[in-house]
């Protein structure tokens, strides 16, 4: 052998080793990343999932608390992400999200799967006493106002609880109104001495006709008086994410009406069980209430 072979085939047996000894790097740069926002997940809180796949995917979907996920590719970051949430009754502790990609074609038709586990932790939620009494047809209905609570509840039921494949929203969420709340979400609220359930939105201090504008893009799924709820704006904003705006005195807005963010939906008012002018906001994942504060702290992509 050369002495030019013999220094060739020292150099590639040098390669050879340090690509070795480096190899778990390599491994741990192509493996499944899952990233949240926020870092810290709690009962009630909205949660931004961002995950990095080992391949080039096609698709992604997954699967977290026993709610389905269909994952939007960002080429911004590389990553693939998806809005979901915690429902306020959750116990604290570990869950796992699972995961399944589909390869894209020139990388081979195979089905990558994944599951990582996350802590959920405990938020702290306040109880407040209402002062303002509240007519007596919300606490002790009459037969006639009965139906008509039922028939609230079955549309509600019916509307409430769709799940629309494409997702509307993009970009972070804005507030409906610029305006102090008077009540946040979670609270335990005393009406008449009774305590209700727990409240499952916010409530902004506004006055009657205030314009109320849509949190974000979507498709108005509702737009219509209910017992309870009085003026009701329900806008479906993909995924089965859904933003309520409750009491409205006015509409600005018709069912099937496609909408953007900002744009003017409704004006305030007092309108069904209210203690007086406000406007009541509540956000709707897939059956479950999620904290709007926390959802307008979110950094959402605009992809």
Request: hydrophobic residues 40%.
């Amino acid at each position: 052998m050369s002495t030019n072979s013999f220094r060739h085939l020292r150099d590639l047996l040098i390669v050879i080793v340090l690509l070795s000894s480096i190899h778990p790097k390599i491994q741990a740069a192509t493996s499944w990343s899952v990233q949240t926002e926020p870092a810290r997940l709690v009962n009630g809180g909205p949660v931004l999932f961002r995950v990095k796949a080992p391949a080039r995917l096609q698709s992604l979907t997954g699967s977290w608390l026993d709610h389905q996920l269909t994952f939007s590719f960002d080429p911004k970051t590389g990553t693939w992400f998806v809005l979901a949430g915690v429902s306020l009754e959750t116990t604290p502790g570990p869950y796992a999200i699972e995961l399944a990609g589909e390869r894209a074609a020139r990388s081979g038709s195979a089905r990558l799967t994944f599951t990582h586990k996350l802590l959920v932790g405990r938020a702290k939620y306040p109880k407040i006493k209402v002062p303002l009494s509240v007519d007596t047809k919300f606490t002790a209905p009459t037969p006639e106002q009965l139906q008509q609570i039922d028939e609230a509840k079955k549309i509600k039921q019916d509307y409430l609880n769709r799940v629309t494949p494409e997702r509307e929203w993009a970009g972070s969420f804005i507030t409906p109104v610029k305006a102090p709340l008077s009540d946040v979400f979670g609270s335990q609220r005393i009406f008449n001495n009774k305590t209700s359930s727990p409240h499952l939105g916010l409530d902004f201090r506004v006055p009657s006709g205030t314009p109320v504008g849509a949190m974000n893009d979507g498709i108005v799924l509702l737009a219509r008086p209910l017992f309870f709820e009085g003026n009701f704006v329900v806008i479906d904003h993909g995924q089965g994410l859904l933003s309520l705006y409750l009491h409205l005195s006015d509409f600005k807005v018709k069912e099937g009406e496609q909408v953007k963010r900002g744009q003017e939906i409704g004006l305030s008012g007092g309108t069904g069980r209210a203690t007086g002018p406000h406007l009541h906001v509540a956000i709707r994942w897939q059956g479950t209430y999620l904290d709007p504060a926390r959802l307008l702290q979110l950094r959402l992509p605009t992809s």
